[in-house]
């Protein structure tokens, strides 16, 4: 029998070619985004973690004033800690831009050359595959570093360097003015003897702890090494250590030390495509969902059509699982192959080899190949079949489950009878029964847009933010520089606004950030902090309000690393900052709150470029940079969104032309009827056809604000790694724009299907009708 | 005996809404013999149909089809029963709209163990040069040949047919008649027709005649007219 019904599988796709189409579009077009999105995050992702593996990636590193001694090596290396010297000197090119030399490495973060070789002679260097591409440069060619002549011997990667920052505090890598490269250690020797370098040599060591000790423990470690202010020939520090007494207490050996999870150099690429991962997977599980629930409502519509027939079968003794694998065969068929193609597309060039290509021009990482991953395979084939008949095997056995002699008879499930009375004009009365009639199809339309509605939402929110964070970050930075002091001079420098600034960590959803707790006077001029005296008061930036969902009379606790302690403060209220997470406090209060003098700051901020010597300085951050990040953060987003945004638009027009399809086609025999009956192509669309748009512009109305809503939950955990605020509103132009796009889609749609109706003719319904 | 019904009782609905259906039926049918079940609207008649063919649970009485007790059987073995033993013909042919004649016969074939021949079934219903055409290509009259080609290609042991005329015009009716005649008398299926025309009574062996849930009137028809000679269809 099974033979027999699979004959009428096939001319039922041939009669539904077009929706069949469009529900394969659908799915093709899913599984393209899923797996392309996800697919090149895997592939950034896994690709990069396994060079870096491969690398020797450190586990850690951590700067000194000076050198450690042969014996203070010693005792880390009997810990198990193996530990390299990552030495490296700063050298100004002729086009102003800046290389950091380093010698070879032999035991960590070891170099991958792309193209040629690793140093192997006197005179030859690797250079950084971003400077090279920003600089032209190819193996073989000639740079000058100081006043050595060296040759391009290859070119490559780093993995302690895969976002090329200059320093930990740069908020964007800058490759036409700044990379990285690798001589012979003779070479470093001889470059340091040249004393060429715009910067003391910095001593940086990297190390691996290689599971003999933990990171905590080798703090201890460094934390007891000592020295004498003596050994440090920085004339800022000594200007600093005398002015403040430094003397008094001892002067550690260690300035800085970073495991690699908290270095911004290390793992960029891949903590950048996680947000793809996170949006793809969501997106895959929303069209998931969404395809399923069409499936189901073609498949209850379809056996609600042909109820006697099957009823009919029954009644021969044709049993439930045989109608139950005839009804479940096209839907599973249709989805596997539009699942395969679109997977195959997915994995194309068009495809991940598309989403892949923008980390590689900001990102210094190797080249990764594309990856099957077996759970994102599984996903792409198997899942939506496997939803299919999930879904379909629930509600056909449900319908099945009827009478035979219900089916014959096509008896529905009856509502209690409600005799409503409806007052009005006869088309007012008619188009109100009508609705009411249709009230279920009228909520499956209804579920079906508030489903697609989430995915062009999901795709709207990411370039909300990415609007937000462009417009406000630039808005928002009042000050044109910000200088943060390693060293900070007696006085403040004449036309700036001093802060004292220090950096503690907060956790949200898995992930610790850094957040600045700024002491500012009341009267700063460059935020709207009107901050009250108080040593647990503080004022947020309406970054980190969004993004840690704190609002005015919270607590807001930060972990100060540093001194290992929390510090609690209640939140006076939000300012609108959206460049950083900030706590703001009295200025005052903060410096009593950490023990400082009454004059201290660490910060200042400035209309102009101050003259301030860049030996005092840990970092300087100008406008024009926040704007630049800003715009980074926009462009890395921007293929994730233009291909959700597309497929998202597209998606939602399929779904509407089903969804119509299924509301014109049950309307159709009535429609038709009429026609029989004498009425005039506008008299039935005043019937009927208004009715629909009621129940399609409610439909909308009621699906955006709430699939914006869910999706506005829903969306911090999918950006939960990222150190942005969450401002996701929407413009009230924006709203109205969804509207009427759905309400102009929709008479695109009813346009589309009226025609095919209009072609019917009254006799064949009449003979149809039986 | 082929089928032996006994005291069927067969009600719907609770309380405000409780109607008593079937009051207390006996009734019994010999093996290979066509019985028609008259009655006006709402006496009853497609409700014993429908519970002789296991559509419908019966509240209490026995069933006995071919030696079967109906009543107490689970769906599955319902549906087995109505696989093995039974025919269907509705006033309403129901075929499967994208099958062919024949594919929608053969839908049918398949279910049963020792199936007519087809190509013998098909010439036999005048259905030959319409094997290859869909439903919406074929009358009124020709689908109902096609669905009785359907309910008998199992060769069933007794065929239900509801208002099989109902739908068709007189002539239609008289050629359907004639067959479903030509088919008892080649196969020996025994026949149970529910219908409101008066005419048919003359071609069956058996008279059923039925009034509020009750059997008024069971008859042997000793004189049987061929369907061929039936007048007002």
């Given at each position: 029998m099974q033979r027999i019904l699979r004959k009428r599988i096939f001319r039922d796709l041939k009669e539904n070619i077009f929706r069949y189409l469009a529900l394969g579009f659908l799915i093709i077009l899913g599984m393209y985004i899923v797996i392309s999105l996800v697919g090149a995050a895997d592939s950034i992702i896994e690709g990069t973690k396994d060079a870096a593996e491969a690398n020797h990636v450190e586990d850690g590193q951590f700067q000194v004033f000076v050198p450690l001694s042969e014996e203070e090596k010693?005792?880390?290396?009997?810990?198990?800690?193996?530990?390299?010297?990552?030495?490296?000197?700063?050298?100004?090119?002729?086009?102003?831009?800046?290389?950091?030399?380093f010698s070879k490495r032999e035991k960590i973060d070891f170099v991958q050359a792309d193209s040629g070789n690793i140093p192997e002679k006197n005179g030859e260097i690797l250079l950084e595959r971003r400077y090279c591409e920003e600089h032209?440069?190819?193996?073989?060619?000639?740079?000058?570093?100081?006043?050595?002549?060296?040759?391009?011997?290859?070119?490559?990667?780093?993995?302690?360097?895969?976002?090329?920052?200059?320093?930990?505090?740069?908020?964007?890598?800058?490759?036409?003015?700044?990379?990285?490269?690798?001589?012979?250690?003779?070479?470093?020797?001889?470059?340091?003897?040249?004393?060429?370098?715009?910067?003391?040599?910095?001593?940086?060591?990297?190390?691996?702890?290689?599971?003999?000790?933990?990171?905590?423990?080798?703090?201890?470690?460094?934390?007891?090494?000592?020295?004498?202010?003596?050994?440090?020939?920085?004339?800022?520090?000594?200007?600093?250590?005398?002015?403040?007494?430094?003397?008094?207490?001892?002067?550690?050996?260690?300035?800085?030390?970073?495991?690699?999870?908290?270095?911004p150099r290390i793992a960029s690429a891949a903590a950048d495509k996680s947000v793809d991962?996170?949006?793809?997977?969501?997106?895959?599980?929303?069209?998931?969902?969404?395809?399923?629930?069409?499936?189901?409502?073609?498949?209850?519509?379809?056996?609600?059509?042909?109820?006697?027939?099957?009823?009919?079968?029954?009644?021969?003794?044709?049993?439930?699982?045989?109608?139950?694998?005839?009804?479940?065969?096209?839907?599973?068929?249709?989805?596997?192959?539009?699942?395969?193609?679109?997977?195959?597309?997915?994995?194309?060039?068009?495809?991940?080899?598309?989403?892949?290509?923008?980390?590689?021009?900001?990102?210094?990482?190797?080249?990764?190949?594309?990856?099957?991953?077996?759970?994102?395979?599984?996903?792409?084939?198997?899942?939506?079949?496997?939803?299919?008949?999930?879904?379909?095997?629930?509600?056909?056995?449900?319908?099945?489950?009827?009478?035979?002699?219900?089916?014959?008879?096509?008896?529905?499930?009856?509502?209690?009878?409600?005799?409503?009375?409806?007052?009005?004009s006869f088309v007012h009365v008619f188009r109100i029964r009508h609705i009411l009639r249709e009230k279920r199809t009228a909520f499956t339309v209804f579920c079906g847009m508030l489903i697609s509605l989430l995915v062009v939402m999901l795709s709207l929110n990411c370039y909300a933010l990415c609007v937000h964070i462009q417009e406000e970050n630039a808005e928002d930075t009042r000050f044109e520089y910000m200088y943060t002091y390693k060293y900070p001079q007696e006085k403040v420098p004449e036309g700036s606004e001093e802060a004292y600034g220090v950096t503690m960590k907060k956790e949200t959803l898995g992930y610790s950030f850094d957040v600045t707790l700024l002491g500012i006077h009341e009267d700063n001029p460059y935020f709207d902090?009107?901050?009250?005296?108080?040593?647990?008061?503080?004022?947020?930036?309406?970054?980190?309000?969004?993004?840690?969902?704190?609002?005015?009379?919270?607590?807001?606790?930060?972990?100060?690393?540093?001194?290992?302690?929390?510090?609690?403060?209640?939140?006076?209220?939000?300012?609108?900052?959206?460049?950083?997470?900030?706590?703001?406090?009295?200025?005052?209060?903060?410096?009593?709150?950490?023990g400082k003098n009454e004059d201290y700051y660490n910060i200042v901020f400035s209309d102009f470029e101050l003259d301030i010597d860049s030996g005092r300085l840990y970092s300087t951050l100008s406008k024009d940079e926040v704007k630049k990040s800003s715009s980074v953060f926009v462009s890395q987003m921007t293929p994730m969104i233009v291909t959700l945004l597309a497929a998202s638009v597209l998606i939602f027009a399929v779904v509407m032309y089903l969804m119509m399809k299924v509301m014109i086609d049950r309307s159709a025999m009535s429609i038709s009827m009429l026609k029989v009956f004498g009425y005039r192509k506008k008299e039935i669309g005043k019937l009927y056809l208004n009715g629909n748009l009621f129940v399609v512009a409610l439909s909308a109305a009621l699906g955006i604000p709430l699939s914006k809503a869910v999706m506005d939950r829903l969306y911090p955990y999918l950006v939960s790694n990222i150190a942005c605020g969450l401002n996701l509103t929407f413009s009230w132009q924006m709203y109205t724009g969804i509207f009427a796009g759905i309400l102009a889609l929709y008479f695109v749609i009813n346009r589309l299907l009226m025609f095919r109706v209009s072609k019917i003719l009254p006799a064949e319904v009449l003979k149809n009708r039986e | 005996m082929y089928l032996k019904v006994k005291n069927l009782k067969k009600s719907y609905g609770e309380e405000g809404s409780y109607i008593e259906v079937l009051k207390g039926i006996d009734l019994s049918v010999e093996k290979g013999d066509m019985c028609v079940i008259q009655g006006s609207s709402g006496s009853g008649k497609s409700t014993l149909l429908h519970c002789i063919g296991g559509l419908d649970e019966i509240d209490s009485g026995s069933v006995l089809v071919g030696g079967t007790e109906l009543g107490g059987l689970s769906a599955g073995k319902l549906s087995d029963y109505r696989r093995e033993s039974l025919g269907f013909i509705f006033q309403f042919y129901n075929l499967v709209p994208n099958l062919t004649?024949?594919?929608?016969?053969?839908?049918?074939?398949?279910l049963a163990d020792s199936p007519l021949n087809l190509e013998e079934l098909l010439e036999t219903l005048g259905l030959t040069e319409h094997q290859n055409k869909f439903p919406s290509q074929l009358s009124g009259g020709q689908q109902q040949r096609c669905a009785i080609a359907r309910a008998l290609v199992k060769n069933p042991k007794l065929l239900l047919c509801d208002e099989p005329t109902g739908a068709l015009d007189s002539e239609t009716s008289r050629d359907i008649l004639v067959l479903l005649e030509e088919v008892n008398r080649k196969f020996g299926t025994t026949m149970l027709i529910v219908t409101h025309n008066n005419s048919i009574k003359y071609m069956v062996d058996q008279v059923v005649y039925l009034k509020d849930g009750r059997i008024k009137r069971d008859y042997r028809n000793e004189e049987k007219v061929p369907a061929a000679r039936l007048e007002d269809l």
């Open positions: 010693l005792s880390i290396a009997k810990a198990g800690v193996v530990l390299e010297e990552h030495f490296s000197m700063d050298y100004e090119l002729p086009d102003d831009s800046m290389l950091r030399i032209d440069i190819s193996t073989g060619d000639e740079v000058m570093i100081g006043d050595i002549h060296f040759k391009v011997s290859g070119i490559g990667t780093a993995p302690d360097y895969e976002s090329v920052l200059r320093n930990f505090s740069d908020s964007t890598v800058d490759s036409v003015r700044f990379g990285i490269g690798f001589v012979t250690e003779e070479d470093y020797r001889l470059l340091k003897e040249r004393g060429e370098s715009i910067s003391s040599e910095e001593y940086s060591y990297a190390y691996l702890l290689k599971g003999k000790i933990t990171q905590d423990e080798l703090q201890e470690i460094l934390q007891d090494m000592e020295m004498s202010s003596e050994d440090i020939d920085d004339e800022f520090f000594q200007e600093y250590w005398e002015r403040t007494g430094g003397w008094m207490v001892p002067l550690p050996k260690v300035m800085q030390c970073i495991t690699a999870g908290e270095n991962h996170a949006s793809g997977l969501a997106a895959g599980v929303i069209i998931l969902i969404l395809f399923a629930y069409i499936i189901s409502v073609f498949t209850v519509h379809g056996i609600e059509r042909e109820a006697r027939m099957i009823g009919t079968l029954y009644a021969m003794g044709v049993k439930k699982n045989e109608l139950l694998r005839h009804y479940l065969a096209l839907p599973v068929m249709v989805t596997f192959i539009a699942a395969t193609v679109g997977t195959a597309l997915g994995y194309s060039s068009f495809g991940v080899g598309r989403q892949m290509i923008q980390p590689y021009g900001y990102f210094s990482i190797p080249s990764v190949g594309v990856r099957c991953e077996p759970y994102l395979l599984i996903y792409g084939l198997v899942m939506p079949p496997f939803a299919a008949v999930f879904t379909n095997y629930l509600v056909i056995r449900k319908k099945l489950d009827r009478p035979a002699l219900a089916l014959i008879r096509g008896e529905h499930k009856k509502e209690k009878a409600k005799n409503r009375r409806i007052r009005g902090a009107n901050v009250n005296e108080g040593k647990d008061r503080v004022l947020i930036s309406s970054a980190l309000a969004q993004k840690y969902n704190l609002d005015t009379g919270d607590t807001l606790i930060l972990w100060d690393e540093e001194n290992g302690r929390y510090f609690a403060f209640e939140i006076d209220g939000a300012v609108k900052y959206s460049a950083g997470f900030f706590a703001f406090m009295d200025i005052d209060s903060m410096r009593e709150l950490m | 004649v024949k594919e929608n016969i053969q839908v049918c074939e398949y």
